[in-house]
């Protein structure tokens, strides 16, 4: 099992920046995959971002690339989202996950965080 709780979530400005964090505890964190989805109002859960347990292979929804970065350290147990310019359409609850292969598709994920509320203004 590996439990994962998210934190840094908030309200910004169109334009303006917010950092998200997850830690993961249980089992070896560095030999998951970790990534971040995100789920607005009436819509499905979407890819965001993600990487292997190594680093070696980052991925990034068309959506968000350029202005989200990934990262990791596996010595702290945790994955954080850096979020840039961010807009309207970023707003989401974004949730934080595990995977024993990397995937851009959320069935493939094995555990899941609480989720927290990302909120963009115009």
């Known amino acids: 099992q590996v439990q994962l709780v998210e934190s840094g979530g908030g309200l910004r400005q169109a334009g303006g920046s917010l950092r998200l964090s997850c830690k993961a505890s249980?089992?070896?964190?560095?030999?998951?995959?970790m990534g971040w989805f995100r789920q607005a109002p009436g819509k499905e859960r979407e890819f965001v971002a993600a990487?292997?347990?190594?680093?070696?292979?980052?991925g990034y929804a068309d959506s968000v690339k350029g202005r989200f970065t990934i990262s990791r350290d596996n010595t702290r147990n945790t994955v954080s989202l850096q979020m840039n310019s961010l807009k309207p359409e970023d707003t989401a609850v974004y949730y934080c996950?595990?995977?024993?292969?990397?995937?851009?598709?959320?069935?493939?994920?094995?555990?899941w965080g609480q989720g927290t509320q990302v909120t963009v203004s115009s």
């Open positions: 996950a595990a995977a024993e292969i990397y995937s851009r598709s959320s069935s493939q994920w094995d555990y």
């Open positions: 249980g089992r070896t964190f560095n030999r998951y995959a």
């Open positions: 990487m292997r347990w190594s680093g070696g292979i980052i």
